[in-house]
C-alpha cells in the first residue's frame, strides 16, 4: 500500500474535494482507503456510500485495521477526533502502525488533514509516502509555503526516516477569468518553480453540484463538467505515475 497525504495549514483551498475525486478515481482500478481526519466531517458526507463503522480516531488509539467494505473504503471523521490533539504524541506513531498494519489490504490510501499541523497532520506525515499540497491563489499562499515544507522535514527528521515525496503545490480552485489570479500564478510560479504541481484544478461550479450529489464530476452532465473531470483526471494520472501505482 502506498499512501498519499493532502495538506495544507489553511482551510478552503480544495482538500477535501481533492481527496473526494483521489477516491472515486484509484477505486476504478485500485483498493483504495480514504481517511477523513477532519472533525468537519465535509468527505465522510461527500463518501458516504463507503464508510466503515471504523472511525478515523480509531486509528491513533491503538494500532487499528479498517477492514475493507468496497473497492473503495472510508474511515470517517467524529466528533472525537479533536480529542486527538489533547492525547499524548505517541498517538502519531500508532497512527503511523495503524496505517503499517494494513499494507496487505489496499493498493492506495488518501489521507484527508485538517486545517493545522497538529497530532492528526503529523501522523498522517509519518505515515506518507507522498504529500500532494492544495493551494489557493494570494496573497498569502507563498507564505505557508514555508512553514509546510519545514513540517514535512520536520517530522521525517524528528522520526528519522526518508521523507515522502513532495508532489507539489497544486492550484485547486484556481479562477481563469480573474486577472488578479493569473497576475498571482504567475508570481507564484517565479518564486516556487519547481514546487508547482505540473497542472492544476480550475474554479469551476461543478464541482458544488459533484459534492451535493455525492459523484465525481465526471459523471456529471455537460461539457464543463467534462472539460473539469478530464481535467481533474490528468491530476491524479500524473499522481499515480509518480507514485508508481500501476494497475
Ligand atoms: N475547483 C473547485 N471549483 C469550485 N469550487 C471548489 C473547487 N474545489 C473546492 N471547491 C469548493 O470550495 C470549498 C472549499 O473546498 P474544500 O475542498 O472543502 O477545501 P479544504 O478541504 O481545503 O477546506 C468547498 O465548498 C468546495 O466545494
Ligand atoms: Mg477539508
Known sequence: MKTLVVMNEKGGVGKTNIVAHAGWYFSERLRTLVIDLDAQRNLTTTLGAHL????SVNLFAEATRVPP????????SSRDLMGVEAADRTCIETFRDSIE?????????????PPALNNRTFG?????????APIGINDYSIQGVAELLRAIKGVSAHYQ???????????SIYDRKSRRERELFESLAEQAGKLLFPGMVAKRDAYAKAA???EPV??????AARDAGNEIRGVFDHVAQQMELGA
Do not use: H
Not at 467494505?69 to 470517517?76: E, I, M
Not at 498522517?124 to 500532494?132: F, G, I, M, T, Y
Open 52 to 55: 466503515s463503522p471504523v472511525e
Open 101 to 113: 498494519s494494513m499494507a496487505d489490504d489496499y493498493d492506495v490510501c488518501v489521507i484527508d488533514t
Open 218 to 223: 465526471w459523471n456529471m452532465k455537460g461539457s
Open 69 to 76: 467494505v468496497g473497492s473503495l473504503t472510508v474511515a470517517q
Open 212 to 214: 451535493s450529489e455525492s
Open 124 to 132: 498522517a506525515l509519518l505515515s506518507a509516502d507522498a504529500v500532494l
Open 161 to 171: 526516516r526518508a521523507e515522502p515525496l513532495f508532489l507539489g503545490l497544486l492550484p
